[in-house]
């Protein structure tokens, strides 16, 4: 089946340490993009790539860090430099101009 | 820049009454508008948008919408609800040809038995 595929559904990360979060999808799509989402917060945009080789910042991309090698692909690396990565981070995709579908997220935790 | 505002946080209701969920934004452009759906622990659902035509939209689960261009809203109705569709809701709208969404706040809507 088609769809969005993040991994892992729930990470642990220690003080000071870099861990990266997995996005892949089959559905062709141009577009990707990462949210965080706090409670009472809705959904806030980190980074998005309209194309391969290409992405920009989003509202909060300070502490984050993306690539997009390849279409279907578009790890997030959550640096040591975020201060407060406890969250549900959601991965997205869409064709130009089109609604975006998501990815079922990852709860990431500091230990 | 797009914003979005969901006035209720939160709405109860119980089993087989109607709801409505309220959603405002604010654009200096045209957009399209759209209503996603997340249940516990998961990703976001799209239930309806609004990219033209018809103000009236119909989505999935027997939800619809109405855009007001005049008032700025886009509020999301359900005639009789069901225990299933507790959930958190939320609203988002993007500018005529760009891909980014701008969400609301969301809305947790909970069926009561």
């Known amino acids: 089946d088609g769809g969005i595929t993040q991994s892992p559904k729930y990470l642990f990360r220690k003080e000071g340490q870099n861990v990266t979060l997995s996005c892949e999808q089959n559905l062709n799509h141009d577009a990707m993009y990462w949210y965080r989402q706090d409670p009472g917060q809705g959904l806030r945009l980190i980074y998005y790539s309209q194309i391969v080789n290409d992405f920009q910042k989003g509202d909060i991309a300070e502490g984050y860090s993306v690539s997009r090698e390849k279409k279907e692909s578009f790890p997030l690396t959550v640096t040591s430099a975020q201060k407060n990565p406890t969250a549900f981070y959601l991965c997205?995709?869409?064709?130009?101009?089109?609604?975006?579908?998501f990815g079922d997220g990852t709860r990431l935790s500091i230990l | 820049a797009q914003s979005v505002t969901q006035l209720d946080s939160q709405v109860p209701v119980f089993e087989e009454a109607p709801v409505e969920l309220r959603c405002n934004y604010s654009s200096s452009v045209s957009v399209y508008l759209f209503w996603y759906v997340q249940y516990p622990n998961q990703g976001l659902q799209l239930l309806l948008k609004?990219?033209?035509?018809?103000?009236l939209v119909k989505g999935i689960n027997g939800f619809e919408a109405e855009f007001n261009k005049s008032q700025t809203s886009f509020h999301l109705r359900k005639p009789s609800v069901h225990i299933s569709d507790t959930a958190e809701y939320f609203c988002?709208?993007?500018?005529?040809?760009?891909?980014?969404?701008?969400f609301g706040t969301g809305t947790r809507l909970t069926v009561i038995p």
């Open positions: 988002a709208v993007s500018r005529i040809g760009a891909n980014n969404l701008f």
């Open positions: 609004y990219l033209s035509g018809s103000t």
């Open positions: 997205a995709s869409s064709p130009s101009n089109q609604p975006q579908h």
